[in-house]
Every structure is written in C-alpha cells, then in structure tokens.
C-alpha cells in the first residue's frame, strides 16, 4: 500500500517516524516520509496528491489533540473519506477515545513493535477490501485494540 | 516464493485499492482535466498500477515526440549522486515556476527494495516551500524493478499529466553517472546536479550522463571544495564540441539561484546527443516490453531455480508469443 507517514505540529525529533516507515519499507509498502513541522493542510494536499491509502501521524509533544481530529475533518472535506488513518506517538490513553471517535483507527503508543503495525494494516486492509468501514470517513466504530 | 509484488504487501486475496471499483479512468480524466486533484492522483495510481484500461487511456493522449531537440522544453529531467541537494533545488525551481503562472507537477523517483519490494520516498521532506501552498503538485514513485534510475510506466504517467494540461514537469531521480541514464529518454532537458565533493577530475571526465546532460550545476557553492568542483567540470566539459554551461549555486543561501533560473529559461538541448538518446530510448522500450510480458515473473523464479540459464530466458521473452 502507498502509506504517507507525517509529522503535524512543532516535534524536533522523528526517529520513530522513521522506524516504522523502514519497517513498513522492509514489509512491502511504499513509503511518503513528509519531514518534519508540516501543517495539517499541507499533510491533506499530500495524501491527495500521492493517492495514500493510508495516513500515518506522529506526535510527540501533544498536538494530537488539536491536530488529529483537524486533519480527520479535512481529509473527509476534501473528499479523502477511504483513507485508513493511525497515530503514534506520545499519546496519553484517556486521549485515545475521542481520537478513535474522530476517524484514528489505531493508536501505537512507545514500546509498540513494527510487527504490531504490520499486522494492523494488513487487518485494516482486509477490512478494506472486504468492504468493512475502515476509512476515516466512514463508521468509525471499529478500532485496533 | 510469491513473485515480486511492487509496493503491494497486498492482502492475501492480492486486492488492491485499484481493483476496488470506482470511477472509470475517461471519467478520473475528465476531473484531472478540470484540475480535481484526487482524481488526478487516482488516475495516476492506475496508470502506475498497470491497469490496462488506464494504460490505453494514456497511450491515446502521449504527444508526439520528436528526438531532433525541436520540441519546446516541458519535461525536466534533475539527476545526480545522493545527497547533493537535487530536492532543494527542485524545491525552488518548482516554486518559482508556480510563482510565474507554470502549473507544475514533480515526479520523485526512489529505489525499490528488490528484497521487499517496497519504497522509502523521501524526496519531498526537502520540498518545504512547494509544499507550503498547494499549486505544485508532487508525486512520489518508486522504480518498481526498473534499471536506469527511473520508475516502471513513468512514460504513461508523464503523458497523463501533459494531457491533464500541466505545463512543466520535472523528473527528479537518482544518477550516479553510469548507470542510470533513463532519464535521458524522457525529458527534453536533463539537469546534472552535482556537489563538492567530487573527487578527482578523472571522475569528471567519465562517460554516462554527463554525456548527455544539457546543464551542469554544482550546488552547495557555500561548502569548500564547489568552486574546485565546478572547475574541473566545465575543464572535462570543454574537451567536447558542445559542452554544457555550469552553474554553481548555493540552494542553501540561495546564491547564483536567479542565474539558474535564467539558465533554464532558454537551455538549448545538447547537439551531437540525439544518436545516444535513441539508442536509450530504444533499450527502454525493451526492457518495458520484457517487463509487461506475462512471462517474465516465471522465467524469474525458474531462472532462481537453477532451472534455466539467463540467456535461455532471454530468448524466450525475445521470442513472439504472449505479452
């Protein structure tokens, strides 16, 4: 799958933006590494451009809470609706819910192993092609546990 | 051992998003055409994907091209070693483009993992100021298995995107001189970048695209060691009846950057190169041919069986039959 991994927000440090995108690499996906402070119209116009099937977002220091749910809202405004969305990061689990209500299918926390990724887009994937809602568009009951 | 599956890592079933139905490709045009991005970046993806009607749909709309150099320059091919700052240059020349009316797409190739048949594409991380506003367009693309630094069905995709109406396109792959010479058989001007740290200047003087290349720019001209660089380019340059300017520029502090700006405007294709890029443009469409046979796949694995020899699978996929 084409898998777009961004850094939203003011984080300096991208090392576990990077394992993952290698592992992902090393899995068989191809890989968009956006870099570093990019803003939440900037990660949109990416996916859309790079025809993502999957929407990967990293955050240290916080911003999840504002920028998660702002970047869900405009992948479904620009008519992004299929696109599996998963976080990472620092994020605190009471944050978790709301964020899995908002269209965040997955949410990988420190300590989280590439395999566990791996085998959450493979799930979400088969979910996908089985016509099962999995986009951040769609009904956003199902979550990775 | 499945065959390589480019960029897949697909579910068991081996679906795709591009199997899923969904607007027919005259329709995704129709939208591209009328500047709908998305629809553009699905179109893309099937054309890349090898869809057949999608790869039809681009086969009706590629320009014709003609190899005496008359054709006004759209397709900009930038190529050089790792890590010299092809991305950051891209990055300006791009912007400035847009900024004077171009619509502008780029195309960044990377290398495919033969092992996983994945990609890291990280070329756009340094397009931070094409990226700020959303008029250039940018897509990333993996080889997918083919040689010569470009990516499998970037033809199909370059003309998808002229037809789309955008009136600049700048291919940005990895060249490391010898080898990866693709380039040359899709733009109509090739871009050379190079830095500092060039070695000797028996390195200079190799064969490859330097060859072909229609500009030569040393970038990182802040860094010691670029001045000396693009001396003893434009030295090895010389010793050719047509010889390619170079430019040293600095994408960092943005020195020498409105002379390359100006450089391009009018870069004239290199004289005495149209026999050496028809001879690649011949290999290429080889090689494309041998790749879309259904075949290929099989004599692979049968070839990694110790089954037969590489010559022998040759021959076959030389031979008429299925394609």
Request: proline letters at 2%; hydrophobic letters at 40%; one cysteine or more.
């Given at each position: 799958m084409r898998v777009v991994i961004a850094k939203p927000g003011l984080d300096g440090h991208d090392r576990g933006a990077k394992v993952i995108a290698r592992a992902l690499r090393d899995a068989g996906h191809e890989v968009i590494y956006t870099g570093l402070?990019?803003?939440?119209?900037?990660?949109?116009?990416?996916?859309?451009?790079?025809?993502?099937?999957?929407?990967?977002?990293?955050?240290?220091?916080?911003?999840?809470?504002h920028?998660?749910?702002?970047?869900?809202?405009?992948?479904?405004?620009?008519?992004?609706?299929?696109?599996?969305?998963?976080?990472?990061?620092?994020?605190?689990?009471?944050?978790?819910p709301s964020l899995h209500d908002d269209g965040v299918r997955a949410i990988f926390g420190p300590g989280t192993t590439t395999s566990e990724v791996l085998e959450f887009l493979t799930t979400a994937a088969e979910r996908r092609d089985a016509g099962d809602a999995v986009g951040v568009g769609e009904d956003a009951e199902w979550r990775w546990a | 051992m499945p065959a390589m599956r480019w960029g897949s890592a697909r579910t068991p079933s081996g679906a795709g998003r591009e199997s899923v139905a969904a607007d027919s490709e005259s329709d995704l045009f129709s939208a591209a055409k009328d500047g709908d991005r998305r629809a553009l970046g699905r179109l893309l993806s099937l054309v890349e994907s090898g869809q057949p009607a999608a790869l039809r749909l681009a086969a009706s709309v590629i320009p014709p091209r003609s190899d005496d150099g008359s054709s006004s320059a759209t397709v900009f091919g930038i190529t050089g070693p790792p890590g010299v700052?092809?991305?950051?240059?891209?990055?300006?020349?791009?912007?400035?483009?847009?900024?004077?009316?171009?619509?502008?797409?780029?195309?960044?190739?990377?290398?495919?993992?033969?092992?996983?048949?994945?990609?890291?594409?990280?070329?756009?991380?340094?397009?931070?100021?094409?990226?700020?506003?959303?008029?250039?367009?940018?897509?990333?693309?993996?080889?997918?298995?083919?040689?010569?630094?470009?990516?499998?069905?970037?033809?199909?995709?370059?003309?998808?995107?002229?037809?789309?109406?955008?009136?600049?396109?700048?291919?940005?792959?990895?060249?490391?001189?010898?080898?990866?010479?693709?380039?040359?058989?899709?733009a109509d001007r090739i871009i050379l970048v190079e830095g500092p740290?060039?070695?000797?200047?028996?390195?200079?003087?190799?064969?490859?695209?330097s060859e072909l290349c229609d500009l030569i720019v040393v970038n990182k001209s802040d860094l010691p060691g670029a001045e000396q660089a693009a001396d003893s380019l434009r030295s090895a340059a010389s010793l050719d009846s047509n010889p390619p300017p170079v430019v040293l520029v600095s994408a960092r502090t943005g020195a020498g950057l409105d002379d390359l700006m100006a450089s391009l405007q009018e870069l004239?294709?290199?004289?005495?190169?149209?026999?050496?890029?028809?001879?690649?443009?011949?290999?290429?469409?080889?090689?494309?041919?041998?790749?879309?046979?259904a075949r290929f796949e099989e004599l692979v694995e049968s070839m990694a069986a110790g089954d037969i020899s590489a010559a022998e699978a040759a021959r076959m996929l030389g031979q008429e039959g299925s394609s």
């Open positions: 402070r990019r803003t939440p119209e900037e990660i949109v116009t990416i996916v859309e451009d790079e025809d993502a099937d999957v929407l990967g977002l990293s955050s240290l220091s916080g911003a999840h809470d920028l998660f749910p702002r970047i869900c809202d405009l992948l479904r405004t620009r008519g992004l609706d299929d696109v599996i969305v998963f976080g990472g990061g620092i994020i605190p689990s009471s944050e978790r | 700052g092809k991305s950051c240059l891209v990055d300006h020349i791009a912007t400035a483009w847009s900024e004077a009316g171009r619509s502008v797409s780029v195309l960044c190739v990377d290398p495919s993992s033969s092992l996983s048949g994945g990609a890291l594409l990280a070329d756009r991380m340094r397009m931070t100021e094409s990226g700020a506003s959303d008029a250039v367009h940018v897509r990333s693309m993996a080889t997918r298995g083919v040689s010569g630094g470009l990516a499998a069905r970037i033809h199909a995709m370059v003309a998808v995107l002229l037809a789309c109406g955008r009136d600049r396109l700048i291919i940005e792959t990895v060249g490391a001189g010898q080898a990866e010479l693709g380039i040359a058989t899709l740290d060039r070695g000797d200047s028996i390195q200079a003087e190799k064969a490859g695209i004239p294709r290199r004289a005495d190169a149209t026999h050496a890029r028809a001879r690649l443009r011949l290999l290429a469409a080889l090689e494309s041919s041998a790749l879309s046979d």
